[in-house]
């Protein structure tokens, strides 16, 4: 069966991701699809908007298909990388400049690539059991597929937090940070699809949603701010260390446990990005990180202890966020020897 589905159904194009035993992670091929019928659609009057979901309960997309990735680097095939990641931007900024409605379901696990194809569209939409997060930094990555521009864009200085302990957000803080609008019951979803696809009308969106869940990042934000408000990384956790409170010990242990590199290079893009404010600029700055994050960086020995041996216990180069310069942030951000990427 195919990876990806897609159709045209009443007056929706849509677009299934089609590979639950592998919670719908996306592949090269099923990103060049995407990207073909959003082409395709977009200046067809019969697709009034396009509709993204997702087979299975479990995830909408748990992230990009990184064993391609992780197997080509060891190999010392760096361009296949640069090519995937290319591409992919490509498309993100595709979706959030896309000029017609484009809604999308995010059920379950939400993560990485999986945000790129649907936190950018226009109608976000939330369930029972959504589980949404940017955990690169677990693996020698920063949150990227323009999730730098949607973390900038949180409230305070939340987008941080999320970014640097890699933190995962339930449907109501989800929609809090600014990554969904609305939610929607599980009961429903397939009542709303049907309708949209039937009828194009958005307004049967407000029609099935109900109240968000409470968002406990809400009541902890001035908290958060405090600490991560802060100039450096090093700072921040120093700081998550003297606080005796629970937030506070998971996001110190998940900052200390993540790749050093990469935790202080997404503090310094989500920054950056707070200032540039467009999706473009935040995806050429996520691809010069990108460019050298097999050959220079820590991404190989990530996806080994997380996806290849499974063992969860990454032995990073530079194992401390002390191990960790001015410098080496500033050349990990610098532009790459060809230039920024060009959308």
Not at 233 to 259: F, P, Q, T, Y
Not at 300 to 317: F, H, M, S, T, Y
Not at 326 to 331: E, K, L, N
Request: glycine share 10%; net charge negative; aromatic share 8%.
């Amino acid at each position: 069966m195919a990876d990806i589905l897609t159709r045209i159904e009443g007056r929706a194009g849509r677009i299934t991701l089609n590979r639950p035993q592998a919670l719908n992670a996306l592949t090269y091929d099923m990103l060049r699809e995407i990207e073909r019928v959003l082409d395709l659609w977009r200046d067809d009057p019969a697709v009034a908007l396009v509709l993204i979901d997702a087979a299975g309960d479990k995830a909408f997309a748990a992230g990009g298909d990184i064993v391609d990735l992780y197997n080509t680097g060891r190999a010392g095939d760096f361009a296949f990388g640069r090519k995937f990641w290319a591409h992919e931007y490509r498309i993100n900024a595709k979706v959030a400049r896309y000029p017609k409605t484009y809604v999308a379901v995010m059920t379950g696990f939400t993560m990485g690539g999986g945000v790129g194809v649907s936190a950018h569209g226009s109608h976000r939409i939330v369930t029972d059991g959504s589980q949404v997060a940017m955990p690169e930094c677990g693996i020698g990555l920063v949150p990227d597929v323009g999730g730098s521009l949607l973390l900038a864009q949180a409230p305070g200085f939340l987008g941080e937090y999320l970014g640097m302990s890699s933190t995962r957000m339930g449907p109501g803080d989800a929609i809090f940070a600014g990554f969904a609008d609305s939610y929607v019951p599980v009961s429903s979803l397939e009542g709303l699809k049907a309708g949209l696809a039937e009828t194009g009308d958005l307004d049967m969106i407000a029609d099935f949603a109900e109240p968000a869940p409470e968002s406990p990042l809400r009541d902890l934000l001035g908290d958060i701010d405090r600490v991560f408000s802060r100039d450096s990384a090093v700072e921040i956790a120093s700081m998550l260390e003297g606080l005796e409170v629970d937030w506070a010990a998971k996001a110190h242990k998940a900052i200390r446990r993540n790749c050093p590199i990469s935790v202080a290079c997404s503090l310094r893009m989500i920054r950056n990005v707070r200032v540039l404010g467009q999706i473009e600029a935040a995806l050429a700055q996520e691809y010069r990180f990108i460019w050298r994050c097999m050959e220079e960086g820590e991404f190989l020995e990530g996806i080994r202890a997380a996806v290849i041996d499974k063992d969860r216990n990454p032995q990073w180069a530079r194992p401390k966020l002390e191990d960790i310069g001015a410098d080496d942030v500033a050349h990990m951000l610098s532009p790459p020897p060809g230039g920024d990427l060009e959308l």
